[in-house]
C-alpha cells in the first residue's frame, strides 16, 4: 500500500474546507495536482473517499470512517519527525503540558522557566484544570503528560507518583475553636473534596458544607473574613499568599493526596519531555510541600 504524508495531509484539508481550491490554496499545489494526489490515495486504499461534483464536495461514508484514521496517522508521523528533530540538539520542538492549578501555581512554573531559558528553542504550553479535565486531555492526546491526583478509572493511562500533597486546615486565627465553625468546601467535581469529606469523617466533624466555591483563593479569602474553615492541599500556602491572621494547621487523614506524572500507554517520552521531566524532578526537590 502506497500512501504518503501529502495524500493524507491533502484529504484531512479537503475534509476541513469541503473545497479543492480553497485546499489547493493552502497546499500551494495546483488543482490537477491534488485531485491526482486524492486520486491516488483512493485507489490505494481501494476506497471512494470524497463525492464531487461541479459545485461541491463532501465525504462518503468511507471518508468519514478514514478521516480519523488519517488524522490519527498525520499525529504519528508529526511525532516522529519532532523526535527526530530533538534528538539533534533540543534547538526545537514542543511539549504540551495540563497541570491541576495545585501544580500550575506552585512547583509547574518553576520547572518550565529553567527548562524555558536552557532551551529557548522548545515551545512549551500549558493547560490548567481540574482533574477529570487533565485526565481526558491526556487520554485524548491534547496534551503529552498530566500533573494531577491518581484518576480513579486509569484505562489506558500510566502514574507515576511525583510528590505529596497532603491537605491542611484553613482558619482565621481568632481563638475559637475551628470544630464550632461552619464548613466551607471545594465543589463535588475537584480532585480535592472526597478527600477533604473523608477527613472530616475521620475526624468526627460534620462533612455538610454551608459554603462551596469552585477555587482555592475563594475558599480562603472566606476564611481570612471569618466566614469559616477549609481543607486545602498543603501547596496552596505557597501561591495564595495567606499572610497574617490564618492558621495553616496540619490535620490527620484517612490518605494521602499524591500528584503524579499522567501519560497515555504505551508510554512514549521525547528526548524534550525527559529533559524537561529532569527540570522538575530538580524543581520539586528543593521546593517544600
Partial sequence: MDINFRQLRAFTL???????????????????????????????????????????????????????????????????????????????????????????????????????????????????????????????????????????????????????DDLVLLVRDDGESWKTKPYIALTTDTSIRPLADMTLHHLGVSAHPSWQVSHMSTAAAMVREGLGFSLLPASCALFLHLGEGLLVLPVEQPGQRALGLLQRKPVRQSPAMQMFLHYLDNGLNQTPT
Fill in 14 to 164: 479537503i475534509a476541513q474546507t469541503l473545497s479543492f481550491t480553497r485546499t489547493s490554496e493552502l497546499l500551494h499545489l495546483s488543482p490537477p495536482a491534488l485531485s491526482y494526489s486524492i486520486r491516488k490515495l483512493e485507489e490505494s486504499l481501494g476506497l471512494k473517499l470524497l463525492a464531487r461534483n461541479t459545485r461541491s464536495v463532501e465525504l462518503t461514508p468511507a471518508g468519514e470512517h478514514f478521516l480519523p484514521q488519517a488524522q490519527q496517522l498525520l499525529r504519528l508521523m508529526g511525532d516522529a519527525v519532532s523526535d527526530a528533530q530533538d534528538l539533534l540538539n533540543l534547538d526545537s520542538g514542543t511539549l504540551r503540558l495540563a497541570a491541576l492549578p495545585t501544580a500550575a501555581a506552585s512547583f509547574l512554573p518553576r520547572a518550565i522557566a529553567s527548562f524555558s531559558r536552557d532551551h529557548p528553542g522548545v515551545q512549551v504550553s500549558l493547560l490548567d484544570g481540574r482533574a477529570g479535565e487533565v485526565r481526558d486531555w491526556v487520554l485524548t492526546g491534547e496534551v503529552d503528560v498530566g500533573v494531577t491526583s491518581l484518576p480513579e478509572d486509569m484505562l489506558g493511562l500510566e502514574f507515576k507518583h511525583l510528590v505529596n
